[in-house]
């Protein structure tokens, strides 16, 4: 009856769900211009198309980010002891399965006695596949310095002026099959660059097309054209983004998926090829060989005839102005490898040699900082990931080196290994241990970690999730970690700590308050130097938020925030910011529109104070900008959709600042205290 309570309000959970992934990731990153579209397509996928319980083998259980290891073992053995499952109340027998987290799964999973089937014919492809056609337009709203009107002389000459328009265009075509088949191709223009001129005459500034099957009995999945590749803990090759320190500690385990479609628009973070995993009974082998062109500085050496080595990678895939447009396919990259992959119940095992090299030498300009980066044409990298599952405890971790001439044997590698339990179905506590040495180099990675790379970091991480009671729980993670070597902006080794505590209390499916704590504290250069000595500080940072988000009826909810930060650091005044925020969501049932609106205050001390915060907004959008200095943003979000196959949105946002003239600098600059935002989407689906 409890569980049963639960099934009219399925269609708000998965908004929630999927924002608060975004959410988890855009707050480690901390960038305005993330693009996750590959994650959050898997968990609207299994929204539509539930997961069978009597079928799954549990891979696509871990594709959802919901589930420990130790849950989804559980299910397994319970299946394995006692048959299929009848009814889906019969998830409340399982030993570390709680209401909360049945809640959570539901929207995503089925049971049913039926077979999924495993021989795909055209008829049926062609029946039940589904067509969709997107177009997006995001015009510039305010005159910005970088267009300016200037004689051709001064553009060439200089770099702050752009090449092309203001406006922002986007389009993709998808063609899927359940999660079997998928074609698509898409197309992007930033802001900036040209459009059928000038460099771009062939259009879009990007494409990207993929031809990807998953499904068979020996070939388990096929990707032509542009794929991601996934192995292990993320420490040897990682082409997508993962989750960091969040307050769920079932994101500190990376969930591998060997291959998939790329359809996002990050135009560095994927591998351009052909990649296949086969597959025989226990044992799986994924091969894959990638060659793209990126965008680098290119320096001829003039003290040998013909030699051209690249000082700089962009990754921005910016080509708005002069120097951006030079640096356009400066380098080719390729990228080779293979993974052996072995699952035998609750054990897997697997290990990966991988192969990255240019047709250039990279030869970066050292700092003390960077010496030990990667320098030359080419690396391998070998690794071997792990994971298993004892009753409660679900131990897993990865060990990668790089492999070379020039390489100590004792050094360049990484290792991460880590445990988590399920004490009782209301305790579960993760512990991990990482060690990644200032010379490892691979280039795609995402471990887990405090920096922005997998190196040069050592560090302990316990967490925890605790059901008090029926209506509360709480959250927390301590981290600590220390840098051996330099970084950018820490001329020393340095070290630092991350604490995080949040309890939550839910009385009801429809309401829910919690809080949150967040101290980091870093190390950082002093701002104080006399120039030749410089020594490094403090810096201590803490966050405050409380969070409450309400169901008034069927058809409004209501979510308010309110946050809070301090730095402290010894060569600058205390700084201080703070977001208030109110949203309201109104979904009539009746209706073929939505509308999401939010109005914000907010008041930072400086930049250094910004703070970060999720926005609703078109499918596959994803907004997460930084509210810094003094002011207030409002936006508004409409959804239509109309002949049944068509869905329209529109959203407009503006930030108004209180104490600024102008808004940015370079050739970003806005004349004037308002910044808005157009953005139109048009989906169609067959």
């Not at 990731?25 to 901390?30: A, F, K, T």
């Not at 970060?612 to 900008?625: D, M, R």
């Not at 407009?652 to 157009?678: C, H, M, W």
């Amino acid at each position: 009856m409890v569980l049963l309570s639960y099934v009219n309000v399925f269609a708000q959970d998965r908004n929630e769900i999927i924002q608060q992934r975004i959410e988890f990731i855009s707050e480690q990153v901390q960038s305005e211009n993330l693009d996750l579209t590959n994650i959050i397509e898997q968990l609207n996928f299994y929204f539509d198309h539930p997961i069978n319980l009597n079928a799954t083998s549990g891979e696509e259980l871990e594709e959802l980010y919901l589930l420990t290891g130790v849950q989804i073992n559980d299910l397994l053995l319970h299946r394995k002891a006692y048959g299929k499952f009848i009814s889906i109340y019969e998830l409340q027998s399982l030993n570390y399965w709680d209401l909360q987290v049945i809640q959570l799964i539901l929207p995503f999973v089925r049971v049913d006695d039926r077979l999924d089937q495993l021989h795909i014919t055209w008829k049926e492809a062609m029946k039940q596949g589904k067509f969709e056609q997107y177009v997006r337009y995001q015009p510039m709203t305010e005159a910005k310095a970088g267009y300016a009107a200037v004689p051709d002389s001064v553009q060439q000459a200089s770099n702050n002026y752009y090449y092309g328009n203001g406006d922002r265009y986007y389009t993709r075509f998808r063609y899927t099959y359940k999660t079997n088949i998928s074609v698509g191709v898409t197309a992007e223009k930033d802001a900036g660059e040209q459009f059928f001129k000038g460099t771009q005459k062939q259009g879009f500034d990007f494409y990207s097309g993929h031809a990807f099957f998953k499904g068979g009995k020996y070939v388990k999945a096929l990707a032509i054209g542009d794929f991601q590749i996934q192995i292990g803990q993320g420490l040897n090759l990682w082409s997508s983004y993962a989750f960091g320190k969040t307050a769920d500690l079932t994101t500190m385990k990376r969930t591998a998926i060997p291959i998939r479609a790329y359809t996002s628009v990050d135009e560095s973070r994927f591998l351009r090829g052909v990649a296949a995993d086969f597959g025989y009974r226990n044992w799986s082998v994924l091969l894959f060989a990638s060659q793209k062109k990126m965008d680098g500085v290119t320096v001829s050496d003039s003290s040998y005839d013909d030699l051209e080595f690249v000082s700089t990678i962009d990754l921005t895939g910016l080509h708005r102005t002069t120097s951006e447009i030079a640096k356009k396919n400066g380098i080719t990259e390729r990228i080779m490898g293979a993974n052996v992959r072995y699952v035998n119940g609750a054990l897997r095992w697997g290990t990966a040699l991988v192969h990255q090299g240019y047709d250039k030498p990279y030869n970066k300009n050292i700092q003390y900082y960077n010496q030990f980066d990667f320098r030359g044409t080419q690396f391998t990298s070998l690794s071997s990931d792990y994971s298993y599952v004892f009753r409660n405890v679900n131990v897993f971790g990865e060990v990668s080196k790089v492999l070379g001439p020039e390489t100590d044997a004792q050094k360049a590698w990484a290792m991460v290994h880590a445990a988590m339990m399920s004490l009782d179905p209301k305790f579960s506590i993760g512990l991990l241990y990482r060690n990644y040495q200032k010379d490892y180099q691979t280039l795609y990675n995402a471990g887990f970690s405090e920096g922005s790379n997998t190196q040069n970091e050592e560090g302990t991480y316990a967490a925890l999730k605790w059901k008090l009671a029926s209506a509360w729980s709480i959250n927390a993670y301590v981290d600590l970690f220390k840098f051996p070597w330099m970084k950018y902006g820490v001329d020393a080794p340095s070290n630092g700590h991350e604490i995080l505590i949040q309890p939550i209390y839910k009385p009801s499916k429809t309401f829910e308050i919690y809080g949150r704590f967040r101290q980091q504290l870093r190390q950082k250069n002093s701002r104080d130097s006399d120039g030749t000595v410089t020594e490094i500080e403090d810096v201590l940072q803490r966050n405050y938020r409380l969070n409450m988000s309400c169901v008034l009826n069927e058809f409004i909810s209501l979510k308010t925030r309110l946050e809070y930060v301090t730095i402290n650091r010894a060569s600058n005044t205390p700084e201080k910011g703070m977001l208030f925020s109110q949203d309201l969501i109104f979904k009539p049932k009746s209706r073929p529109y939505d509308l999401s609106l939010r109005f914000a205050l907010f008041d930072t001390d400086s930049y250094d104070t910004r703070i970060y915060t999720f926005e609703s907004n078109a499918l596959y959008v994803f907004a997460v900008p930084a509210y810094y200095y003094q002011g207030s943003r409002a936006y508004v979000v409409l959804r239509y959709s109309f002949w049944r196959s068509c869905d329209l949105w529109i959203k407009y946002g503006v930030f108004l600042y209180e104490n600024r003239s102008t808004i940015s600098s370079g050739p970003e600059q806005i004349a004037g205290n308002k910044k808005s935002d157009l953005l139109i989407q048009l989906r169609i689906s067959l």
